[in-house]
């Protein structure tokens, strides 16, 4: 019995031992995802094409806003001096164009966001591309992009990512 724990305990000590120098022999990176996307040419690029395709849209809720606040400023101007009837029907106005605006608002929110999503999965794909690109290029055999606590500069690859990136 106690030559079975002792052959254990050794089998296990060699199996450590092993695993350890495997370990030594991995290569690991990392890489900041943020950084690359913040440092990254075709974010700039993305963000003026959307601004571009969306300023249109934004353009008209910003003078729907405008005629609004008009509106409420006649309201509070003149609704001493209007009639009942046309002060109501100027209030229903409101309401009305608040609503659909808020209505406005929310659908251009909403196709933006889903816009940046589809353009942010596009770049991410590219990333992932360039990011393999350097590992292998580097000798990595792991690149960790999240949960990492620390790593030292030896094993960050990020400005290698992003000098790649910036290359395309």
């Known amino acids: 019995m106690i030559k079975t724990k002792t052959v254990v305990t050794a089998l296990m000590l060699v199996f450590l031992l092993a695993s350890g120098s495997a370990m030594a022999a991995t290569k690991v990176g990392y890489v900041e995802v943020a950084k690359v996307l913040q440092a990254s040419p075709q974010v ?19 003078a729907e806003q405008k005629k609004l606040k008009k509106l409420k400023e006649k309201l509070a101007r003149d609704a001493a001096i209007m009639s009942e009837a046309e002060s109501k029907r100027l209030e229903r106005d409101i309401i009305a164009r608040t ?22 999965v596009k770049l991410r794909k590219v990333i992932s591309e360039v990011v393999i690109k350097v590992a292998k290029r580097g000798g990595y055999d792991m690149i960790l992009e999240s949960g990492v606590v620390w790593a030292a500069d030896k094993v960050n690859i990020t400005n290698q990512v992003i000098k790649e990136l910036k290359k395309r």
């Open 44 to 62: 700039k690029a993305i963000k003026e094409r959307i601004r571009r395709e969306f300023a249109k849209r934004d353009d008209q809720l910003v």
């Open 99 to 120: 609503r659909k605006l808020k209505n406005a608002q929310s659908e251009f929110q909403e196709d933006l966001a889903l816009r940046q999503n589809e353009e942010l």
